[in-house]
């Protein structure tokens, strides 16, 4: 059981145990669909409901679940959500859901998810899982609209569509093709850790 | 309960809940998935056949169908040929418009492409490539000027313009125009284009 203040639970998701700056999991989605601000916030939530339904279900149902099967059991769940998200994409907004392609039904596999379930949802109570699912899907969706948002402004010169740089600029096409992806995320866990060590040398 | 059974017990009950859940998702979302996919065809006929008020699927095979555009009284005023092909890096899927003697192109949309941002990925821009496919001569194979020329008043009527520095993705997508303007003709010489015999539908 965690002994965090509910505060100190949510917070940890956005800083401490970031998903993505400080855990590096869900790494693939981060690469793969920030090219564009609008799709790493579709991912970002798309992940966001995945992930908060997933913890629901899991702690509720915890103590019906023998330990032997208890990975098959949160993966048919979080799967279960993962195609609701896809199929409620594809309903209602075609295209973001051509953009992201095969990256919506690879949430299944996102180890943020099978992450929180083994190590949290499955020792937790509902209430205490539903806030770390929120502060983790709050950290991932901060990790994806920072990338998100170097890549296009630099690689297109428009943040979610509108030109934001002047016409001056000429776009680094670079930061939308996959190695622009790695170099931003490089850039940035090394900001994460400096600052990190900077906090922590002051204490 | 034995450990055996209870595992079995837990993981049909959750393999059940999930499926009889997703059927219903499924289910719900299903028709407006199709016709998401229908409007976005119908768009893209209506965008390439200027003047269509109306579309009819007039023949479908895999990689190929070819709609037909038709005015307020219902006569059919150009086709619009629905392909696809190998890109530089995954399928382009086209749409193009043409008079009703497949003699003429009207219009180019591309549909689906996932060629390299920025380079490739041009040849959904107006200006830099779908201009030089307005009213082309496609009576014969259409071919591309290399290097590109300055403007589009240089150009022979059956020539389009080349992308500088995408080179493959142009060529793609003229392989498949060519392709899919060949077979059509073909359909249209065998009579399959014909709007009465599909009436059917």
Redesign the interface.
Known sequence: MSTKTIGQEFIKGLWDENPVFRQLLGLCPTLAVT?AVINGLAMGLATTFVLIFSSLVVSSIKK???S??RI??YI??I??FV??AD??L???F?PIS?NLGPYVPLIVVNCIILGRQEAFSSKNTVWRSLIDALGMSAGFVLAMLVLSAIREIL??GTFLGYQVMGAWFE?W?IM??PPGAFITLGILLALALHIEHRTKSRK | MK?SV??VV??TS??LL?GS??AT??HL?KE??AL?KQR?IEEAIIQVIPGTVSTQKLYEERDLSVYGGKDEQGTVIGFAIHASGIGFQDRITLMLGTNTSLERTNRLAIL?QKE????GAKITDAESFLQYWENRDCSGAISLRKPAARSAEELLPSEINTITGATISSEAVLGIVNSSLEHTRRLLKEGKLSSEAQDVN
């Open positions: 090219g019906l679940i023998p032997q099967v098959a059991s048919i769940i799967a279960t195609t609701v199929r409620f594809a309903a209602f075609p051509k690689g297109a776009p096409i939308i093709l | 450990l209870r595992m837990v993981l959750i393999g999930s859940f997703l998702v499924g979302t407006r998935i998401n976005e689906d390299t941002p920025g380079l």
